[in-house]
């Protein structure tokens, strides 16, 4: 009996303590069942509120402001919030605003609208020739804009960036032009990459253009933060602000359209774009151009050996001559990138300048700077900044692949070989301690595919003596480049250990 009674004693303890604890559970949670609203977005909880109504005016305040900022009938919400009555045991009331921002966060509120999409996944890919180039360019770029009008609006205006406005004019308008002498046509623009336009509702999380302007320069500069102002101040000219801003004289005038070409004036208080030009989509341009090109007279050097060492005489003035070139281009985003020479024409021949000196000795270091290319040649890309980087030579055009590179000046060859950017590239040091290097050159099998140094050149090897105007090997597009061209870099020591020169302040 005194084990069935210890057995009971136990048993009644358990169940007081069982019930004891049920009831404390019992009144934390069903003490008050709060009625309140559980709001549903697209089938999933995303909080508590106290009123429906005091969401719904928030959301229609909402809506009426984004009315005004985007200057539209309706704002659309996300089809499925559901905002249910319910008995809640829930302590966590949430703000409307804090349900309205996770809404949106989620499902944002849309306007309708046009989405652009630029498709480059088929286009070519325009390097830059020291093959810094960014690769994180997206290949598929979504642009929210407010109406089709503007789009077109702020295409023309990014194309009348690359263009001059009547050359634009005359060719929307199939205008026959026949140039009477030297001059320009516009043969052709179109944009490479893929654009559409659909319909689409908008989410007003996310950035929409509403006016053509705000457009246009992001097509130009290729984001929103990049586009910064500069207000001209006393002294300026636009090779100055350029140079200041990491931009070339050319890039400035393709982000302000408004100022025609390099030499016109600038007033101080004028506000300029400035920006590195990175444009969204890629505008093509192809031109017939025929101009009259300077052919600099050479000087040849004679010797006597009845005058005195030392004694120099003009056995003959040189004058400089005229060559009339045409040329096809084809222009990236205003950058030449391909240029044909189709005739060329001599109008006025140059004439050497003739010296005599005394004596026999040819003086070490003497000789000129000798241009590195045949002639006619183009500089599609001048030294200084493009693309937001410095640019440290010039590229040369129009010569064509496997014509002659020729040594600058007198010296000994001090480096030939391959690099990813530089391609196949010539180093020679000059005997005034003067360097130059000569890049993107085609291989000895006449191709650009990467290699060793020695399928470099078939003309020099490391350590030769050169004399300017002797081959050192032929133009191609090897390495980091676009087309075929060479680019051509002087420095007052060992390249990217000294100072570079632009190479045509030496000719
Ligand atoms: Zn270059």
Redesign the pocket.
Known sequence: MKLKNILWIFIALILSGFISFGIKKYTVKASIPKEGYRVYLEGRTIGYINSKDELNDYINVQQEKLKQQYHVDKVYIPNEIDVVKELTYENQIDSVESIYNKINSISPFTIKGYQVIIDKTNSTEYLN??NTTDTSTPKIIKINILNKEMFTKAVESVILSFVDDEQYEAFVNKQKIELESTGEIVENIYIEDEITIKEANLPTNEMIYMDADSLTKYLIFGNNSSSKRYTVKTGDNLEKIADSNSMSVNELLIANSEISNASSLLYVGQELSIGSVSPIFTTIVEKHVVEDQVVKYKTITEYDNKMYQGQVKTKQNGSNGTTRVTQKLKMINGEIVQAYIVASEEIVPAVDKIVVRGGKQVKRGDGEWSWPTNFPYMIS?GYGWRWGKL?R?V?IIGTGRGSPVYAARDGVVTNISYHSSLGYHVVIRHDNGYYTQYAHMQNVNGNDRAGSAGSATKYIHVGDRVRAHDVIGEVGSSGGSTGVHL?FEIWDGAPYQAHSFNPLLFY
Do not use: A, L, Q
């Open positions: 020739d020291d890309s640019h030579g590229d680019h």
